[in-house]
């Protein structure tokens, strides 16, 4: 039962250069959603979709790109890395519609220079 | 500006003691609020729940209380273990979907 999967687990990138977290779940859920980790500020929303084809923005989606052509996959586009982008990123799912309890995968942390 | 707060960020509590982390929100638009445990190098795993029509909601040695008047919840372990050494989040929804906005959480240690 692998739950949520997130690849790669660890990513050094250069300023400028772009790439993409991806994130996969076999629970058939609709919800699914992109976090980031920061020291003392707990997950923040960056991106969540409701199901394939919809995606909005959280609270902070500057700098990011997602999209959702199935219900499994959701990955997450870093355009033009930043060293503000330095962070521990979540990628969650949840059966939506009421059933709020967030599945995580074990994060990727992303280091820009 | 962050809705949801956890002051304390950290907690050192005895083996076999009683732990209680606190939180508090700003939102009363949030209907639904849960508790999440991290240990490091993994994702959060959900830990309990509670609607805001309840006051209480228990599980086990996890009991979580809400002071809707008040604004805040907090999560009891009763007792703790060392396992239960990890760091706490708080969450509170903020649509039916499960938007969640988060705590800063609390770094809990369980001494022998």
């Known amino acids: 039962n692998a739950g949520v999967t997130q690849t790669p687990k660890f990513q050094v990138l250069k300023t400028g250069q772009s790439m993409t977290l991806q994130c996969a779940q076999d629970?058939?859920?609709?919800?699914m959603s992109w976090y980031r980790q920061d020291p003392g500020m707990g997950l923040r929303l960056i991106h969540y979709s409701v199901g394939a084809g919809i995606t909005d923005q959280g609270e902070v989606p500057n700098g990011y790109n997602v999209s959702r052509s199935t219900t499994e996959d959701f990955p997450l586009r870093l355009l033009s890395a930043a060293p503000s982008q330095t962070s521990v990123y979540f990628c969650?799912?949840?059966?939506?519609?009421?059933?709020?309890?967030?599945?995580f995968g074990q994060g990727t942390r992303l280091t820009v220079v | 500006d962050q809705q949801v707060k956890q002051n304390s960020p950290s907690l050192s509590v005895q083996e076999g003691r009683i732990s209680i982390l606190n939180c508090d929100y700003t939102n009363s638009m949030f209907d639904y609020f849960l508790w999440y445990k991290k240990y490091p190098a993994e994702g959060p795993t959900f830990l309990i729940s509670i609607s805001s029509i309840k006051d209480k909601n228990e599980d086990g040695r996890f009991t979580v209380f809400l002071n809707k008047s008040a604004k805040h919840l907090s999560l009891h372990i009763v007792p703790s273990q060392p396992g239960d050494s990890a760091v706490y989040f708080c969450?509170?929804?903020?649509?039916?979907?499960?938007?969640?906005?988060f705590g800063a959480g609390t770094q809990v240690v369980v001494t022998p």
């Open positions: 969450a509170a929804r903020t649509d039916s979907w499960g938007k969640l906005q």
């Open positions: 969650a799912s949840s059966p939506g519609r009421g059933r709020t309890e967030a599945f």
């Open positions: 629970m058939n859920h609709e919800y």
